[in-house]
């Protein structure tokens, strides 16, 4: 059975860190692409940033760049989200997604995780 669970989410102030975990099981994750995505209420969801396979690159949405870092570690099947100097704009429902390397596998999503910032 294919799970991503997130976690880490909560409330936080301005300025303040938050780092979000991503846990994959069911399928082989070290082949897989992750990313995680946000959605804002009212908002259609968004890319935030991507890691390759193996961890060679990351992309990041120009939002985040510089203050949002993606990882992962194939050992544990685990991804990150670590975000420093959050701001209000980036309250939203983070979730990850695992990116198959065909078409012909599944994309996978997790359930998501609610991060407000707010003073």
């Known amino acids: 059975q294919v799970q991503l669970v997130e976690s880490g989410g909560g409330l936080v102030q301005p300025g303040e860190s938050l780092r979000l975990s991503c846990a994959a099981s069911?399928?082989?994750?070290?082949?897989?692409?992750m990313s995680w995505y946000r959605q804002a209420p009212g908002k259609e969801r968004e890319w935030v940033a991507t890691?390759?396979?193996?961890?060679?690159?990351?992309n990041y949405a120009g939002s985040v760049r510089d203050r949002f870092t993606i990882s992962r570690d194939n050992a544990k099947n685990m991804a990150y989200l670590q975000m420093n100097s959050l701001k209000p704009e980036d309250t939203a429902v983070y979730y990850c997604k695992a990116s198959p390397p065909s078409t012909i596998l599944e994309v996978y999503w997790g359930q998501g995780t609610q991060v407000t910032v707010s003073s």
């Open positions: 890691i390759t396979s193996t961890a060679g690159n990351t």
């Open positions: 069911g399928f082989t994750f070290s082949t897989y692409g």
